[in-house]
């Protein structure tokens, strides 16, 4: 015995959200890689101005970028920024980030690691508040050094003259 049931023609439409879901899902993602590709930049500090500064060249590389600004709550302290981290890193620890970022191979995001001789080929990004003192910046590039980072950018803002 079979017990057929027979289904009305109710005339409704039905939606299938699956797609809606996964659409949403993929945005969500998206949305937070982005954050965190883009919050490296976030630290608020004070960039010093140059009338001489090339533009920025135009680049989708995704570059290593150490910020060295103030320590909150402290007067006259400077701290080493990176990863988008709002921990300062000691040197010990920068170290060894530098020297993994030296080694960091990855060509399609302008990463080029090191060459033959050992001299690592990708570009640093520094980005220094204004009011720091250049012993702090010149700790940096000794690390860098060390790490045979040869290759550095320093972000400044490009002042505009009006003449």
């Known amino acids: 015995m079979r017990n057929k049931r027979r289904r009305r023609n109710t005339g409704q439409a039905t939606i299938d959200l699956t797609p809606m879901i996964d659409v949403t899902f993929q945005l969500i993602i998206f949305f ?3 954050s965190q590709i883009t919050s490296q930049e976030t630290v608020d500090l004070r960039l010093p101005d140059s009338l001489t500064a090339p533009d920025a060249p135009a680049s989708r590389d995704k570059l290593f970028t150490v910020n060295i600004a103030w ?3 402290q007067d006259q302290a400077f701290g080493w920024f990176c990863y988008g981290d709002p921990n300062p890193r000691n040197p010990n620890e920068m170290r060894s980030i530098l020297a993994r970022e030296a080694a960091a191979t990855a060509p399609a995001d302008g990463k080029p690691g090191p060459d033959a001789d050992g001299i ?3 570009v640093v990004v520094v980005r220094c508040d204004a009011r ?3 012993g702090e ?5 000794e690390l860098m050094a ?3 980072l040869y290759k550095v950018r320093v972000a400044v803002l490009k002042d505009q003259r009006i003449d």
């Open 146 to 148: 060390a790490a045979r």
């Open 120 to 122: 690592s080929e990708n």
């Open 32 to 34: 937070l890689v982005v």
């Open 132 to 134: 720091c003192p250049a």
């Open 137 to 141: 910046f010149g700790k940096l590039i």
């Open 71 to 73: 320590l909150a709550g």
